[in-house]
């Protein structure tokens, strides 16, 4: 009969050959020969190990991991340990990352009664992630992919694995494994499609649609509306106030879009593809493959000819100049520090080769105003957790990629309550990897992205702070003090780009104070620049 310890190296080694580089492991006690097999695998050189001892953290951080393209797993033990995993799975296999969660699991026999810390781990996060149920006579063959041959290539997979006693090693184990290649994408659907010239058409660039947007909307000379996240965000055709103008007289105009990605921070843009006038071309993407409303025609490829009438894309370009211009000197004119200021600090302050994480909610979209058009080819990467666009986990995600990827800087952009939801990210033992790594955190002392919403009208005001604005009063200096982080307050555009302009090394905070009493007039006013076009 199959040892647990033999089991568990058995687990480890599949994970190793099938490419895995980096291991989370979430200490428990059912999940001690994952453990141990970990550790000598790490030992032997074959993965970097990482200890959290937060679930949720440490999924986030895998998740952060293999973002950057270095597989990864994370490791924990049973009961709501397993549940804790569950938010990084849902934004993995909505975003199409292919992390690896090996829980560890009671004997199968005891499944259905009141033993300790045993509950139904077999497909606890749904249908959409592929579980194995993992014991000593059921395990894949060594030549299969892991998870087995139905499990679906470049998806995330849940390898459910049942641990009898004894738990402990009784000698170390010397691996001599073939490590395998790593990152596993999906497979690039074929298929060439010629979109022709003719109507009024905008490319779209939701979150991780990479540069075929981008050389779309330039061989054809079509204006690019690409999110910050979007790998697009680059080149000579990408607008930055596209959002103000699709309200106005240009975007009435759009007789078709083409869509890249997963488009995600703007009503503007939903409206759009909404619209029954307007034609929608759209590249299946995500776990559903599918947007919100129904395409019109559907590619994998796109091809065009390139076009030497420029007339849409000047008036574009045109208006986009002029609204920017006077968005700067809006935002110039305040008083006080505003969340725009601080995105578009922090994307100023991003060189050629850097890293960049951003927050859900209202981070993302102020820097959807900010962020300038990089030069093509100067490697900046903009990374967000729009697979379900959660605010969870952000500051383990990026701790995750900044450690994998080799930047010339890297930088968070969040707001105070995302950076709240995932403080445990800070707690980071003494003798675990720590990446150079910026954290701005635009602080208003609550959730003013509701300010801008429907429940932020005048006639919600009297609910509106316990209900959805939730002040915390939350002193951030003495959070981070708890865990030694580095810290520095800042609240003027001046010392913000200095505070960026001098990193410390290490990870570090840098809070950023700015207001909410006047988000909404503030927005109200922004989305009135383009009127006057």
């Given at each position: 009969?199959?040892?647990?310890?033999?089991?568990?190296?058995?687990?480890?080694?599949?994970?190793?050959?099938?490419?895995?580089?980096?291991?989370?492991?979430?200490?428990?006690?059912?999940?001690?020969?994952?453990?141990?097999?970990?550790?000598?695998?790490?030992?032997?050189?074959?993965?970097?190990?990482?200890?959290?001892?937060?679930?949720?953290?440490?999924?986030?951080?895998?998740?952060?991991?293999?973002?950057?393209?270095?597989?990864?797993?994370?490791?924990?033990?049973?009961?709501?340990?397993?549940?804790?995993?569950?938010?990084?799975?849902?934004?993995?296999?909505?975003?199409?990352?292919?992390?690896?969660?090996?829980?560890?699991?009671?004997?199968?026999?005891?499944?259905?009664?009141?033993?300790?810390?045993?509950?139904?781990?077999?497909?606890?996060?749904?249908?959409?992630?592929?579980?194995?149920?993992?014991?000593?006579g059921t395990y894949p063959d060594p030549e299969t992919r892991l998870g087995g041959p139905q499990a679906p290539v470049g998806a995330p997979v849940?390898?459910?694995?049942?641990?009898?006693?004894?738990?402990?090693?009784?000698?170390?184990?010397?691996?001599?494994?073939?490590?395998?290649?790593?990152?596993?994408?999906l497979a690039e659907p074929l298929g060439l499609t010629k979109i022709p010239h003719g109507p009024r058409t905008v490319v779209v660039a939701g979150?991780?649609?990479?540069?075929?947007?981008?050389?779309?909307?330039?061989?054809?000379?079509?204006?690019?509306?690409?999110?910050?996240?979007?790998?697009?965000?680059?080149?000579?055709?990408?607008?930055?106030?596209?959002?103000?103008?699709?309200?106005?007289?240009?975007?009435?105009?759009?007789?078709?879009?083409?869509?890249?990605?997963?488009?995600?921070?703007?009503?503007?843009?939903?409206?759009?593809?909404?619209?029954?006038?307007?034609?929608?071309?759209?590249?299946?993407?995500?776990?559903?493959?599918?947007?919100?409303?129904?395409?019109?025609?559907?590619?994998?490829?796109?091809?065009?000819?390139?076009?030497?009438?420029?007339?849409?894309?000047?008036?574009?370009?045109?208006?986009?100049?002029?609204?920017?211009?006077?968005?700067?000197?809006?935002?110039?004119?305040?008083?006080?520090?505003?969340?725009?200021?601080?995105?578009?600090?922090?994307?100023?302050?991003?060189?050629?080769?850097?890293?960049?994480?951003?927050?859900?909610?209202?981070?993302?979209?102020?820097?959807?105003?900010?962020?300038?058009?990089?030069?093509?080819?100067?490697?900046?990467?903009?990374?967000?957790?729009?697979?379900?666009?959660?605010?969870?986990?952000?500051?383990?995600?990026?701790?995750?990629?900044?450690?994998?990827?080799?930047?010339?800087?890297?930088?968070?952009?969040?707001?105070?309550?995302?950076?709240?939801?995932?403080?445990?990210?800070?707690?980071?033992?003494?003798?675990?990897?720590?990446?150079?790594?910026?954290?701005?955190?635009?602080?208003?002392?609550?959730?003013?992205?509701?300010?801008?919403?429907?429940?932020?009208?005048?006639?919600?005001?009297?609910?509106?702070?316990?209900?959805?604005?939730?002040?915390?009063?939350?002193?951030?200096?003495?959070?981070?003090?708890?865990?030694?982080?580095?810290?520095?307050?800042?609240?003027?555009?001046?010392?913000?780009?200095?505070?960026?302009?001098?990193?410390?090394?290490?990870?570090?905070?840098?809070?950023?104070?700015?207001?909410?009493?006047?988000?909404?007039?503030?927005?109200?006013?922004?989305?009135?620049?383009?009127?006057?076009?």
């Amino acid at each position: 009969m199959t040892t647990s310890t033999e089991l568990a190296r058995a687990v480890v080694g599949h994970l190793v050959e099938n490419g895995v580089r980096e291991i989370v492991l979430a200490p428990g006690s059912r999940n001690a020969p994952l453990a141990f097999a970990a550790f000598d695998a790490a030992e032997a050189g074959l993965v970097r190990l990482h200890t959290r001892i937060d679930e949720r953290s440490a999924g986030f951080l895998a998740l952060g991991l293999t973002k950057q393209r270095s597989s990864a797993a994370v490791i924990c033990t049973s009961g709501t340990a397993v549940a804790n995993l569950h938010p990084a799975m849902l934004e993995a296999v909505h975003a199409g990352v292919p992390l690896i969660a090996v829980t560890a699991d009671r004997p199968a026999r005891l499944r259905g009664t009141n033993a300790n810390q045993t509950t139904d781990q077999v497909g606890i996060f749904g249908p959409l992630v592929h579980t194995v149920d993992v014991t000593g006579g059921t395990y894949p063959d060594p030549e299969t992919r892991l998870g087995g041959p139905q499990a679906p290539v470049g998806a995330p997979v849940h390898l459910n694995v049942c641990l009898d006693d004894p738990l402990t090693p009784a000698e170390r184990w010397r691996p001599e494994l073939e490590v395998g290649a790593t990152w596993a994408s999906l497979a690039e659907p074929l298929g060439l499609t010629k979109i022709p010239h003719g109507p009024r058409t905008v490319v779209v660039a939701g979150d991780d649609s990479g540069r075929r947007a981008r050389q779309l909307a330039e061989r054809a000379g079509w204006p690019l509306f690409a999110e910050p996240s979007s790998g697009s965000r680059t080149g000579t055709h990408a607008l930055r106030c596209y959002r103000l103008l699709l309200d106005g007289e240009l975007g009435a105009q759009v007789e078709r879009a083409v869509v890249f990605g997963h488009p995600t921070l703007s009503r503007p843009v939903s409206r759009l593809l909404a619209r029954t006038d307007v034609e929608v071309w759209a590249r299946p993407s995500g776990v559903w493959g599918a947007l919100p409303v129904a395409a019109d025609q559907e590619f994998a490829h796109l091809d065009v000819d390139e076009s030497a009438d420029t007339a849409w894309l000047d008036a574009w370009l045109s208006a986009d100049r002029h609204v920017g211009r006077r968005l700067d000197a809006l935002l110039a004119a305040e008083p006080r520090l505003t969340p725009y200021d601080v995105a578009g600090a922090v994307a100023g302050a991003l060189p050629p080769g850097g890293l960049l994480v951003v927050g859900s909610s209202s981070p993302i979209r102020d820097l959807d105003l900010m962020v300038p058009r990089y030069e093509v080819g100067a490697r900046r990467k903009v990374i967000a957790n729009r697979g379900l666009s959660g605010i969870d986990g952000v500051v383990s995600t990026a701790v995750g990629a900044a450690l994998v990827r080799d930047s010339a800087r890297s930088l968070a952009l969040l707001g105070d309550v995302t950076f709240l939801h995932d403080a445990n990210g800070l707690v980071i033992g003494p003798d675990e990897p720590r990446p150079d790594l910026t954290l701005v955190v635009a602080n208003d002392d609550g959730g003013s992205i509701f300010a801008t919403l429907e429940q932020g009208a005048e006639e919600y005001a009297d609910r509106f702070d316990r209900l959805f604005g939730t002040p915390h009063g939350v002193d951030l200096a003495s959070l981070c003090a708890a865990t030694r982080t580095p810290h520095l307050r800042v609240t003027s555009r001046v010392e913000l780009e200095h505070a960026l302009a001098s990193p410390n090394g290490g990870i570090e905070v840098v809070e950023a104070v700015v207001g909410r009493e006047d988000r909404r007039a503030l927005d109200a006013r922004i989305r009135a620049l383009a009127d006057a076009l």
